[in-house]
T-cell receptor, first 118, second 111 residues
Framework: GAVVSQHPSWVICKSGTSVKIECRSLDFQATTMFWYRQFPKQSLMLMATSNEGSKATYEQGVEKDKFLINHASLTLSTLTVTSAHPEDSSFYIC??????????????FGPGTRLTVT | DAKTTQPPSMDCAEGRAANLPCNHSTISGNEYVYWYRQIHSQGPQYIIHGLKNNETNEMASLIITEDRKSSTLILPHATLRDTAVYYCIGHSGGSNYKLTFGKGTLLTVNP
């Protein structure tokens, strides 16, 4: 199946700093990428949808100025957590949809990035 | 999206078949049933999907009832590596579709 990578796989940062997480589709082009967040023992929560070359669409309750998303190419989307605080500590997962595939095809998920804010 | 209901947890012995149920009584005619799983601290993994007919691939089988109100994911010979949270999702796809996850079923495969 298609491969989606994330970098870094884990990161520890100090409160008040910003952290950038990269999501790449390695063997396909993705017009649409999704960012999810998952707290311990909870399900994935969709944060935002990003389409290549346009602004991201954020889910209700997600601060767009805090979670900056850039989808500058068909293979790369980035999530920047600005002015991170301990409550932003979570597992962040990206997902990509194949631009050339059927609309019903499965989404491909990255391995996730564990963010810990101290 | 169709509302789906799954048991919160299940246990299965290694080597035996794991049968994971999902209720989706409000599913509409154009909505597929998708199954994903998430192994601890990893991203979700697609397993299988179907509309009306039963489906089988190298990972699992999907049995959908004739009235489409429920389905069962079958892992024919569960291994310890199949321990994961399994999500049943009903949706009709489309270019603007956003995949959302419920609570799923935690399947624990025991030695």
């Amino acid at each position: 199946g298609a491969v989606v990578s994330q970098h870094p796989s884990w990161v520890i940062c100090k409160s008040g700093t910003s952290v950038k997480i990269e999501c790449r589709s390695l063997d396909f082009q993705a017009t649409t990428m999704f960012w999810y967040r998952q707290f311990p023992k909870q399900s994935l929560m969709l944060m935002a949808t990003s389409n290549e070359g346009s602004k991201a669409t954020y889910e209700q309750g997600v601060e767009k100025d805090k979670f900056l998303i850039n989808h500058a190419s068909l293979t790369l989307s980035t999530l920047t957590v600005t002015s991170a605080h301990p409550e932003d500590s979570s597992f962040y997962i990206c997902s990509a949809r194949d631009a050339l595939g059927l609309a019903l095809v499965e989404q491909y998920f990255g391995p996730g990035t564990r963010l810990t804010v101290t | 999206d169709a509302k789906t209901t799954q048991p919160p947890s299940m246990d299965c012995a290694e080597g035996r078949a794991a049968n994971l149920p999902c209720n989706h009584s409000t599913i509409s005619g154009n909505e597929y049933v998708y199954w994903y799983r998430q192994i601890h601290s990893q991203g979700p993994q697609y397993i299988i999907h179907g509309l009306k007919n039963n489906e089988t691939n190298e990972m699992a089988s999907l049995i959908i009832t004739e009235d489409r109100k429920s389905s069962t994911l079958i892992l024919p010979h569960a291994t310890l590596r199949d321990t994961a949270v399994y999500y049943c999702i009903g949706h009709s796809g489309g270019s603007n579709y956003k995949l959302t996850f419920g609570k799923g079923t935690l399947l624990t495969v025991n030695p």
